[in-house]
C-alpha cells in the first residue's frame, strides 16, 4: 500500500509556518536542524540585544567606576577597556573596537561586513574583564581585586618612613636583625635540648 500526498506549494508550507513563529525564529530553527553549532549561540546573543537596559542602568554605571590595570597577557584588552571608558565618558557610543579581542566563535554575531556591532561589543568587553579578574587583569580601587604591589610601600619612600619611625628595630640593617633573630632561636633551641635530656634522665632514674 502506498500512501499519496498531494503536493503543496512551498508558499503555502511558508505561510502556514510563518503563522506559528516568526522569521527569525524560523531561521535559527533551520540552522538547528541541520545541526550547526549555531543555535545555542544565535539565542544568546538575542537575549543580550534584548538587555540594553541592563547595560545602561547597571553594567555600564559599574565600569565608568573601576580603574583596570593589566596583569600579564592582557595588555590589549586593558586598553581597550580605557578606551572605552574615555568614550563613554565623553557620551559617545563605541567607536574605537579592536577586533582582535573577538573570539573566532563570536565573530559571526559581532562582525557583519567588517563592521563591529557596538551593543554587542560592550557585552563581549564586559564578559571578557569578569572572566580575567583571577590575576590577569587587577582593578586598582577594588580591594579584592588589587594587585599585591598596590599594598605594598614604594620603595622610592621607605627610607624617610623609616627614619620617621619609632619603632628602633625598624632602623637597624635588616641582616643585623636577622643575626640576632638566629642567634636567640640557636640558645633557645639549646635550652630545649638540656631540659629533655635532663627529665629523660630523670625518667631512667626512677624507671
Known amino acids: 500500500m502506498t500512501?499519496?500526498?498531494?503536493?503543496?506549494?512551498?508558499?503555502?508550507?511558508?505561510?502556514q509556518a510563518l503563522s506559528v513563529m516568526n522569521?527569525?525564529?524560523?531561521?535559527?530553527?533551520?540552522?538547528?536542524?541541520?545541526k550547526q553549532k549555531r543555535?545555542?549561540?544565535?539565542?544568546?546573543?538575542?537575549?543580550?540585544?534584548d538587555q540594553n537596559g541592563l547595560i545602561e542602568q547597571l553594567l555600564r554605571p559599574v565600569f565608568l567606576c573601576l580603574e583596570c590595570q593589566a596583569g600579564k597577557g592582557s595588555e590589549a584588552l586593558v586598553t581597550q577597556l580605557k578606551t572605552t571608558k574615555t568614550e563613554l565618558l565623553a557620551g559617545n557610543t563605541l567607536q574605537t573596537m579592536d577586533s582582535t579581542l573577538i573570539q573566532q566563535k563570536h565573530r559571526p554575531w559581532l562582525i557583519n561586513k567588517d563592521v563591529v556591532h557596538p551593543q554587542r561589543y560592550e557585552w563581549l568587553l564586559y564578559r571578557q574583564l569578569a572572566s580575567r579578574l583571577n590575576g590577569r587583569i587587577y582593578l586598582s580601587n577594588v580591594t579584592?581585586?588589587?594587585?599585591?604591589?598596590?599594598?605594598?610601600?614604594?620603595?622610592?619612600?621607605?627610607?624617610?618612613?623609616?627614619a620617621s619611625s619609632t619603632l628602633e628595630k625598624l632602623k637597624q640593617p635588616i641582616?643585623?636583625?636577622?643575626?640576632?633573630?638566629?642567634?636567640r632561636l640557636t640558645t633557645s633551641l639549646g635550652g630545649n635540648r638540656r631540659i629533655r635530656k635532663k627529665s629523660y634522665a630523670k625518667l631512667t632514674v626512677f624507671s
Not at 23 to 34: G, H, V
Not at 144 to 162: N, T, W
Open 3 to 15: 500512501l499519496y500526498f498531494p503536493p503543496t506549494p512551498f508558499a503555502t508550507v511558508r505561510q
Open 23 to 34: 522569521n527569525q525564529d524560523i531561521e535559527t530553527l533551520c540552522l538547528y536542524l541541520k
Open 39 to 49: 543555535t545555542v549561540e544565535e539565542y544568546q546573543w538575542q537575549y543580550y540585544d
Open 144 to 162: 579584592k581585586y588589587r594587585a599585591l604591589e598596590d599594598d605594598l610601600i614604594a620603595s622610592s619612600i621607605q627610607p624617610d618612613l623609616l
Open 175 to 183: 641582616q643585623k636583625l636577622l643575626q640576632v633573630k638566629q642567634i
